[in-house]
């Protein structure tokens, strides 16, 4: 019974053998391999959809094929304005009625868009003319710039050889999303329609950071500052040189956080407490006796002072870090 069943196995799998074998020899050389590329969208001209108009052959192979499938008929074209939208099982079944075995050397998108029309601007067509577009405009901006996120009002269709596309934007293009229009416009220039579309743009560059924390009433030093690339995407203030100065700071910052302007007031001639020399000035008479600053003050600000011998506060001039004046 055992060599009975030995038998029987043997041979189950000298005809599978055999099988596979008459199926690698029958097989094209192609099998398995994409020959043609199917568009995702499509702008057909005349009243019948050809292999064509719908594919691309990707090498050499494909090529010696292509003369005698590219005119083959497939569907009837939409008609003006209309809008077909086909699935890939549909568009397989089709190409297997017409093309045969090499239908499956086709790439086939998830579904094809057809609309009437003599060029169709896809999602890569529509990107490279919003950089071409926007690039420009914000390179003088930053050091290194990116786009992402683009929302494309895919696929637009241009009805005759005389529609063109413009592209203009709600404000100036800059760091951040930028809204879009995509303008069609005919042969006169009149504007027939628009589509709207967006796309983030980032924009890198080096700007003056804090090292180490720094509080209010901080004087910077060389050593507070260091300089880090940034996006100019997530800032919208206007930053710090790092050179001018000196400042002093006005609003805490976090370490590695941007030091913006408004974080910054100028170092005073002289601080709250410090001690000067208070001039009485009469018209006979000048008087020095030492004092207290009660407010931080710039040359020629009248600030505060107490005078430490009487104990009485005055408003005086700032005439230099040690010295203010009163009448």
């Given amino acids: 019974m055992n060599k009975e069943k030995f038998m029987k196995t043997k041979i189950l799998s000298c ?12 097989s094209p050389a192609w099998a398995g391999e994409g020959l043609f590329w199917i568009d995702e969208h499509v702008a057909v001209s005349g009243d019948v959809i050809t292999f064509g108009e719908i594919a691309t052959p990707r090498n050499s192979e494909a090529e010696q ?13 939409p008609n003006a304005g209309q809008r077909i939208v086909l699935d890939r099982a549909r568009v397989q079944e089709r190409l297997e009625v017409t093309l045969g075995e090499l239908a499956e050397a086709s790439i086939i998108p998830r579904e094809i868009i057809f609309q009437r029309g003599r060029r169709v601007l896809d999602d890569d067509k529509l990107e490279r003319m919003v950089r071409d577009y926007i690039g420009p405009k914000v390179t003088s901006q930053g050091e290194r710039i990116e786009f992402r996120d ?9 009805e005759n ?24 416009r005919d ?7 628009r589509h709207t579309g967006n796309v983030f743009v980032d924009v890198w560059v080096t700007v003056a ?31 710090w040189d790092g050179e001018s100065g000196p400042w002093r700071i006005r609003s805490s910052i976090g370490q590695g956080q941007p030091i913006y302007k408004r974080h910054l007031e100028p170092v005073p001639m002289v601080s709250r407490g410090a001690k000067v020399d208070m001039v009485y000035e009469g018209n006979h008479l000048t ?33 230099s870090s040690g010295r203010v004046t009163t009448r």
């Fill in 287 to 319: 008087l020095v006796v030492p004092g207290e600053v009660l407010e931080d003050g710039q040359r020629g600000d009248r600030i505060m002072v107490r005078n430490m011998q009487s104990e009485k506060e005055v408003r005086a001039t700032v005439e």
């Fill in 15 to 26: 005809c599978m053998a055999a099988a596979m074998f008459f199926l690698l020899l029958s």
């Fill in 209 to 239: 950071c804090a090292e180490r924390p720094l509080n209010r009433g901080d004087v910077i030093e060389p050593g507070d500052v260091r300089f880090e690339e940034k996006n100019l995407a997530y800032i919208r203030r206007e930053v």
């Fill in 161 to 184: 050889p005389y529609e063109e596309v413009e592209i203009e934007s709600v404000r100036d293009p800059g760091p951040g999303r930028n809204s879009l229009r995509f303008v069609v």
């Fill in 65 to 77: 094929y292509w003369s005698d499938i590219k005119d083959t008929e497939l569907w009837r074209a």
């Fill in 150 to 158: 683009f929302r494309m009002p895919s696929p637009i269709f241009l």
């Fill in 187 to 193: 042969g006169h220039g009149e504007v027939v329609r």
